[in-house]
């Protein structure tokens, strides 16, 4: 266990030490798009030379450089160094090390440049107007911190009475200065040659293995961070809703992501491994997560203060505008990193214009939903707890989605109606009434009086004028017309209330005095549909019928016959003379009589007292 945590410590130590030496200069030219470009005319041309034989190994810089290539690809590094002038080389460089010095160039080549063999000479005598002497080619150059430093190729004797294109002495005589300026530490190069010989994504051996320890302490490490942000964060959540979850989920994952892209600079990648990062790939996936996650910060805040208010529509709205705003947020990005890559923007939003136009008809009706969604959020029409009918459908709104509008019938089952037909046809939204109608048709019996509808009549206005919680709006009791088998009255009045629970109660207590009324007048309601009944006649009471006309005849002697309607004065005496709720009722009137925002007003100054 010891001995573990011992190497972790040095691979630690490695990467601080790593940190410091590796200040390689970017390849600011390079991007993901040159270099798949490049990458694929080097493979096509390297295979055309391969298949066709078009010519010897070194006899052309082209030829030269497959070899090496080929070499290198089977860490064969003896044979690739055959195509190096090892001759007159400075003093304390010898031969013998051409394969080390080869692969140090090569390492300090790929951290700079990619190699790209359609620019590569394949003629015999190389690149004839580059302005170099016949027998050399410039194959690019190594920036430095005192200027650059070209790599040749030279045109050399081959020792057989022909020629050969090797890598240049005078390049070969540069690798210690290089490497020790720009190379691997020698730490580094001991963890290297301590761990099994393995590459993958163009890192080496030591590369991917800290690297992939990075993934994994990264994690834990800003796991610990997070946990720190969180705890801080909960005694802010009453004020900031979603604070806590931001520092848990968006904060640690920027932080990660920052943290990876940070050590992948660091470890002295070639530019094949580091394009991905010199482009910030990682802190673009940062970034949108950290924006998006402010996006859902600020939805959250903003939801509660919503809730708050009592303005759950608004809430019901906010949640498919921020589903839009984060995936116009990802695209936007995504834009961005694809020009940062090297990519035409015209020509992205030129193929993102025709992908459109192909994905809006092939999405018609999901997109006929959503705008639905948006037409219910801007209309209005319905907010989530409406009871409302649609077509045959009766029942409250749960939820307003982007695709379909969530209704639980009566029965408690669950019905979603798509947005682009809930928005587009005949709705009834039974929540928004702010008065209840209250509409009886009377049908009396033809054996009632003219005089008993008369004091009916005037016992049922009176009832309406009286009342406490019927409105004066639309007000009537008429006898409205006279049928083959009863004569008809008509009730109507509006109930001060939209609640249909409480309009059911004041409803019923107009019904009672409705009957009562009636009884006291000896007034039946005439039988339905026609029936032969043999029985004793029953014949009316007539001390009623004559107490009847007596009253109507006196108010017609004192002028006081209230038809069509009653006085002026008389109305205002009538006006809430009703007990409501009845006498004995275990409702008070308080409760039933003050609107909401009186019994608001009343429950705060008692709680203050």
């Known amino acids: 266990m010891l001995h573990t945590w011992r190497w972790l410590f040095s691979i630690v130590l490695l990467i601080s030490i790593n940190c410091v030496s590796f200040t390689a200069l970017a390849a600011d030219d390079i991007n993901v798009k040159k270099l ?31 070899a090496i290539g080929q070499a290198i690809e089977e860490s064969d590094w003896q044979t690739a160094a055959e195509f ?3 001759r007159y080389l400075p003093k304390g460089i010898n031969a013998e090390d051409g394969p080390d010095l080869l692969r140090k160039l090569a ?41 650059p430093v070209p790599v040749y190729m030279q045109h050399v004797p081959d020792g057989k009475g022909g020629k050969i294109w090797k890598i240049s002495n005078a390049t070969v005589a540069k690798i210690p200065e290089l490497w020790d300026e720009y190379g691997y530490s020698p730490q580094i190069e001991t963890l290297a040659n301590f761990l099994p010989d393995f590459k993958a994504f163009h890192m080496e051996n030591w590369q991917l293995l800290i690297f992939s320890l990075s993934i994994l302490f990264g994690w834990i490490g800003t796991g610990l961070i997070s946990l720190a942000a969180i705890s801080i964060a909960k005694h802010f959540e009453p004020k900031i809703a979603g604070l806590t979850r931001f520092c848990g989920r968006s904060l640690r994952w920027f932080l990660y992501f920052s943290m990876l892209q940070y050590v992948a600079l660091a470890l002295g990648l070639s530019v094949r491994a580091r ?23 600020y939805a959250a805040y903003k939801s509660k203060q919503l809730h708050d208010q009592d303005k759950s529509y608004s809430v019901a709205l906010l949640r498919p505008m921020v589903a839009i705003l984060k995936i116009v947020i990802v695209v936007v990005i995504a834009l961005m990193w694809f020009e940062s890559s090297g990519y035409n923007m015209a020509t992205i939003l030129t193929g993102l214009g025709v992908g459109s136009l192909a994905i809006a008809l092939a999405a018609q009706k999901p997109l006929e939903n959503v705008f639905g969604a948006l037409t219910l959020y801007a209309a209005r029409p319905i907010k989530p707890g ?33 947005n682009s037909v809930f928005s587009s046809q005949e709705l009834e939204n039974f929540s928004v009434i702010d008065r209840r109608r209250y509409k009886h048709d009377l049908r009396i019996s033809l054996d009632t009086s003219k005089e008993q509808l008369q004091m009916l009549l005037m016992e049922l206005r009176k009832l309406l004028l009286s009342h406490p919680r019927v409105l004066e709006v639309a007000q009537r009791a008429r006898f409205l017309a006279i049928e083959r088998d009863a004569f008809v009255v008509n009730v109507n009045a509006y109930i001060d209330t939209g609640d249909i629970n409480e309009y059911f109660g004041i409803a019923e207590d107009l019904n009672f005095h409705l009957l009562n009324i009636m009884k006291q ?29 007596q009253t109507i005849r006196q108010l017609i002697d004192e002028d006081e016959l209230p038809f069509p309607n009653y006085s002026e004065d008389t109305r205002e005496a009538f006006k809430d003379s009703v007990s409501y709720p009845p006498i004995g009722s275990v409702t008070k009137p308080k409760d039933v009589l003050k609107s909401p925002e009186e019994l608001a007003e009343d429950a705060e100054v008692e709680a203050k007292s």
């Open 36 to 66: 798949a470009e490049a990458e694929k005319r080097s493979e096509a041309i390297a295979e055309a030379q391969g298949g066709l034989l078009l010519a010897r190994d070194g006899e052309t810089p082209l030829s030269t450089l497959i």
């Open 84 to 86: 190096v002038d090892l």
């Open 107 to 147: 390492i300090l080549w790929n951290k700079q440049n990619i190699i790209d063999l359609s620019q590569v000479s394949d003629q015999p005598q190389g690149h004839v107007n580059d302005k170099l002497p016949s027998y050399r080619d410039l194959l690019g150059v190594l920036e430095t911190s005192t200027g």
């Open 275 to 297: 394009v991905w990062f010199d482009n910030s790939t990682l802190l673009y996936l940062a970034n949108t997560i950290l924006i998006i996650g402010l996006v859902e910060l």
């Open 386 to 418: 409406d009871f409302c009918r649609f077509g045959a459908t009766l029942g409250v709104v749960e939820e307003i989605g982007l695709r379909s509008t969530r209704i639980r019938k009566l029965d408690r089952t669950v019905v979603h109606i798509p």
């Open 521 to 549: 007048l000896d007034i039946q309601i005439a039988p339905v549909g026609q029936s032969v009944v043999l029985q004793n006649a029953t014949p009316p009471d007539l001390e009623v019928q004559q107490r009847a006309e």
